[in-house]
């Protein structure tokens, strides 16, 4: 089964920007529905960006614009650029690799801890 290690998270002010990477081992990420989540203090886990199983992109509404993911199949790996990033982007984000048959199967990165100062 895939493992997949994210790093690139930390501290930054309000406005500037972060990549995020996540790298796979165990199984190519060709074979999976990839996205990033995030988790904030008190908040329930939300999709922040993925790709469909058709390989086209889909964003949570509040990072439209601002948030990029990308993904390199030699490198086995994804991004997340994280751009004019807000306090409200402050959560652990965490890369999730599926599969959808027979039925949805997930798997989980550690997460990266991002904080943004205002």
């Known amino acids: 089964q895939v493992q997949l290690v994210e790093s690139g998270g930390g501290l930054v002010q309000a406005g500037g920007s972060l990549r995020l990477s996540c790298a796979a081992s165990?199984?190519?990420?060709?074979?999976?529905?990839m996205g990033w989540y995030r988790q904030a203090p008190g908040k329930q886990r939300e999709l922040v960006a993925g790709?469909?199983?058709?390989?086209?992109?889909n964003y949570v509404d509040s990072v439209k614009g601002r948030f990029t993911i990308s993904r390199d199949n030699g490198k086995n790996t994804v991004y997340l650029q994280m751009n004019t990033l807000k306090p409200e982007d402050t959560a652990v984000y965490y890369c999730?690799?599926?599969?959808?048959?027979?039925?949805?199967?997930?798997?989980w990165g550690q997460g990266t801890q991002v904080t943004v100062s205002s």
């Open positions: 999730n690799a599926a599969t959808l048959w027979p039925r949805r199967k997930d798997y």
């Open positions: 165990g199984g190519g990420i060709y074979n999976y529905v």
């Open positions: 790709f469909t199983p058709t390989g086209s992109t």
